[in-house]
């Protein structure tokens, strides 16, 4: 049975505090695949008003589009850029578009790193390994230079050899000779100590990366 949009938003919403909950306690984002895979999916599925494989580990495709594209798709919680993404070229005809994602474990939100047709993530796998599989660098995919974003800056603060920047939709970016640096929280941590500004909010929690570079931001123009 088909779910329908509301519980589709319903069910993501719940695996997402599943998924933080997990956090909190302890468990490294990167043991929590298969609660991930399945955030990915949910998501998919709303972005692209579509609905999950009718089958229970549907080769090939996970989610089908309210288009009838068969669609892959791929989460991963994985900092940094050395990672990939690997995906079984036996299965890869029966993929009309190919969907990365990023759940990013500092805001608690998910980002998109590839939202393509198949065609256009062939071009980004490397060769077919000895296990069979081929494989998209994250590489590829994240730590884009400055002028790839695309989004206005809306403040900009430089100290030392950074320019942290926050952009228009509220994304903190932290740059350095001109690359992001990525995750940024770590920087902005040092530069909120410099500042003698508290790293934790009203209710005794960290600030997330975007209330932390605001903060930041403010106290270097200051």
């Not at 920047?165 to 995750?183: A, D, H, M, R, Y």
């Not at 941590?189 to 903060?215: D, K, V």
Request: hydrophobic residues 40%; glycine residues 8%; aromatic residues 4%.
């Amino acid at each position: 049975m088909a779910l329908t949009q509301m519980q589709i938003i319903q069910s993501l919403g719940e695996a997402m505090s599943w998924f933080e909950r997990e956090l909190q306690w302890g468990v490294p984002p990167t043991e929590l695949r298969h609660l991930s895979g399945r955030i990915g999916e949910l998501y998919t599925a709303l972005i692209m008003n579509g609905q999950m494989a009718t089958e229970v580990n549907q080769k090939g495709y996970d989610v089908v589009s309210s288009k009838g594209e068969r669609i892959s798709v791929k989460t991963t919680a994985m900092m940094g850029s050395s990672g990939h993404i690997a995906f079984n070229p036996n299965t890869l005809d029966k993929v009309d578009r190919v969907v990365i994602l990023w759940i990013n474990t500092e805001e608690m939100q998910i980002e998109i790193l590839l939202n393509e047709p198949k065609e256009a993530a062939v071009e980004l796998m490397g060769n077919v390994s000895s296990n069979g599989k081929t494989s998209i660098s994250l590489s590829k995919l994240r730590s884009p230079a400055i002028e790839k974003l695309n989004i206005p800056a809306i403040k900009i603060a430089d100290y030392k050899s950074y320019t942290i920047q926050e952009l228009e939709n509220g994304t903190i970016t932290v740059c350095s000779n001109g690359e992001i640096i990525s995750p940024s929280k770590p920087v902005l941590r040092e530069i909120a100590l410099h500042f003698n500004l508290s790293l934790l909010n009203g209710n005794g929690n960290p600030y997330n990366t975007r209330q932390l570079g605001s903060l930041v931001i403010k106290a270097i123009n200051s």
